[in-house]
């Protein structure tokens, strides 16, 4: 199970748990609401995550790349834990 933590002002989120798809899903549609509401930037922080599936990491990494094409930044910060950095 996942769990997330948000700090609207600062666009950031906090991860933890087991990342499946399904948990990376609701990440996406986090960092999805931090975007259409101001923030160009947005943090996502997975020092918590202590597992991750496949799934879970390709929607990340597929969000890191939209985020991109559209001009804005996903950081993932401890994403090196978790095989994210490829």
Do not use: C, W
Request: hydrophobic share 45%; aromatic share 2%; no cysteine.
């Amino acid at each position: 199970m996942l769990s997330e933590t948000i700090d609207l002002r600062i666009g950031l989120i906090r991860a933890s748990g087991h990342l499946t798809a399904q948990g990376a899903d609701l990440l996406r549609g986090t960092a999805d609401s931090l975007r259409e509401g101001g923030h160009r930037r947005v943090v996502l922080d997975l020092a918590g995550v202590q597992a991750a599936d496949d799934d879970g990491l390709a929607v990340l990494r597929n969000l890191r790349t939209s985020f991109a094409e559209d001009g804005g930044e996903l950081v993932l910060r401890h994403a090196s834990q978790l095989a994210l950095s490829a």
